[in-house]
Antibody
Framework: EVQLLESGGGSVQPGGSLTLSCAAPGFTFSSYAMSWVRQAPGKGLEWVLGISGSGSRTYSADSVKGRFTISRDNSKNTLYLQMNSLRAEDTAVYYC???????????????????WGQGTVVTVSS | DIQMTQSPSSLSASVGDRVTITCRASQSISSYLNWYQQKPGKAPNLLIYAASSLQSGVPSRFSGSGSGTDFTLTISSLQPEDFATYYCQQSYSTPRGTFGGGTKVEIK
């Protein structure tokens, strides 16, 4: 059974740092791309970072570029999100999401998030 | 960046009603369009991918159509468990897949 189990959320002051983890048992983790998607309170969904199955390629939204980093340890079946220079507008529920494929080449198929974690709350406030 | 616009932003409907939600892309995205359902306090759940393919385990009352810039999610007969917020997402520029603003389906 596919499971995505986020941890590491909490409260942090503006300018601070936080690292989120997403443990992913139940499937061949290294075969699938993964993403972090966030949702600010009362707002919609925002994709923030993605990483290929091998970990060789990473992608980020402009809103977090240079501040957030996505990584993965395929030997531990775990996805990470390192968040630095946090701002109040980064306050959100952060979801890890499993992609349908290991890569992002649209010429060979379709990408979609077929499994999501339960989410972890990050609050940035002084 | 590709912008996704959903309409309406909310609607009220009764059990048994046919419900249609529209999603429009700011440029052609072929069939690279996904639909998700989200209930309060829960993670999103995939309903439809590639514009019209039903995800395994999703009831057949859900269907998707469209290509290019205009897409539709239809619930043929609304059930009590369908009251939720629905999001479209383009995957043409994957992994930077933009979501629509959401459509909240409420009980009339």
């Amino acid at each position: 059974e596919v499971q995505l189990l986020e941890s590491g959320g909490g409260s942090v002051q503006p300018g601070g740092s936080l690292t989120l983890s997403c443990a992913a048992p139940g499937f061949t983790f290294s075969s699938y791309a993964m993403s972090w998607v966030r949702q600010a309170p009362g707002k919609g969904l925002e994709w923030v970072l993605g990483i290929s199955g091998s970990g060789s390629r990473t992608y980020s939204a402009d809103s977090v570029k240079g501040r957030f980093t996505i990584s993965r340890d395929n030997s531990k079946n775990t996805l990470y999100l390192q968040m630095n220079s946090l701002r109040a507008e980064d306050t959100a529920v952060y979801y890890c999401a499993k992609d349908s494929r290991g890569h992002y080449d649209i010429l060979t198929g379709y990408n979609y998030f077929d499994y999501w974690g339960q989410g972890t709350v990050v609050t940035v406030s002084s | 960046d590709i912008q996704m616009t959903q309409s309406p932003s909310s609607l009220s409907a009764s059990v048994g009603d046919r419900v249609t939600i529209t999603c429009r892309a700011s440029q052609s995205i072929s069939s690279y369009l996904n639909w998700y359902q989200q209930k309060p306090g829960k993670a999103p759940n995939l309903l439809i991918y590639a514009a019209s393919s039903l995800q395994s385990g999703v009831p057949s009352r859900f269907s998707g159509s469209g290509s290019g810039t205009d897409f539709t999610l239809t619930i043929s007969s609304l059930q009590p468990e369908d009251f939720a917020t629905y999001y479209c997402q383009q995957s043409y520029s994957t992994p930077r897949g933009t979501f629509g603003g959401g459509t909240k389906v409420e009980i009339k």
